[in-house]
């Protein structure tokens, strides 16, 4: 027979708590029927019993416990302890399946037995029949509320305890994914967005890395010390992540090291990389940036050196960055504060 689609409400109808609960009601009006023996409406009130019995019989064979199948997947796959949780869902879920298999088997013996019943004319014997059915469906029912209780705190205990460890795993991954004194990507992410880039071949087209780093940047931390030389990172960093979101849209900048930053452009050729590496350097230049030194406030002003290379279809990681590389040593050796070019 085809149904509809199951609601919410099909759920908590169908909860294992409510189910109990069901047949607990349907034990106390079978309970009355034995009272009725002599009186001409018990053969309706079995009959009613026998179709509620038959309904709640069904849904507790098809009784499941859910789980984030999903969620559990993807966390299952980083950290042991959540490999362990996983297993004693699994298991638990296993174990109450079988239970729900057992209690459905129990109220199946019951309810052809009140389908008997329902067939059989009245005699000495059915009150005793009656008391036995009601004996065994409150002890099914008592055996799987039992049950229920156990896994549901199983279950609660589990699903708390993956909580905390996926709000550790975010912050875990929030730590590696960004560098934590300037918050833009760290090294770890930039290299990995290159192999992405490179492993993708054609379909990541024409596109470029630049790398820069600070002028003279160990002078600023041996003249106004490593605080002021942090603060200037931090500062550079933002000015230039303003610029590429103003004018290089999914360009992204990383920090490769120390005072070393790297920069992806895709979607660029060479001349479209160097413009977009001139006007990160023009920025820096004509930033002003104010400290406070001895109780005076000072100003500081920082300049870069960039060189910039052309993804070409033979490049590793390596020898990308080493041209990259070897062109922003050219642009110091010409001079610092400019832009040079890897040969494309």
Known sequence: MATGPRTEGDDARHSPKRLAEQVETLASTLAECTQLAANGELSERLAESHQEAKAIGSALRGLSLVFEANRAEALSTREEELRTIVVSIGETIQELAKTNQNVGKRMGDQMR????????????????????????????????????????????????????????????????????????????????????????????????????????????????????????????????????????????????????????????????????????????????????????????????SIGVAQFRPHDTVSTLVQRADQALYQAKRDGRNQVALAPA
Not at 165 to 185: F, I
Not at 231 to 255: D, F, P, W, Y
Request: with cysteine; hydrophobic share 40%.
């Open 113 to 304: 037995e009140l389908d008997a019943i329902a067939k059989t004319p009245g005699g000495p014997d059915l009150t005793t029949r009656l008391r036995d059915v009601l004996h065994g469906m409150r002890r099914a029912a008592g055996d799987l509320g039992g049950h229920l209780d156990t896994m549901s705190d199983q279950v609660q205990t589990a699903n708390e305890r993956v909580a905390i460890l996926e709000r550790e795993l975010n912050e875990a991954r929030e730590r590696s994914l960004y560098d934590q004194l300037t918050r833009v990507y760290s090294r770890a992410t930039l290299d990995e967005n290159l192999l992405k880039a490179i492993e993708n071949g054609d379909a990541s087209g024409t596109w470029c890395f630049i790398i820069f780093d600070i002028d003279r940047f160990k002078t600023v931390n041996d003249t106004f010390g490593h605080l002021v030389g942090d603060a200037l990172l931090i500062k550079v960093a933002r000015v230039i992540q303003e610029t590429l979101e103003a004018n290089a849209h999914g360009a992204s900048l990383a920090r490769y090291g120390g005072d070393e930053f790297g920069i992806i452009v895709p979607k660029a050729a060479l001349a479209r990389a160097a413009a977009i590496a001139e006007m990160v350097r023009e920025r820096v230049e004509a930033s002003r940036w104010q400290y406070s030194r001895d109780g005076a406030i000072r100003t500081l002003q920082a300049t870069i």
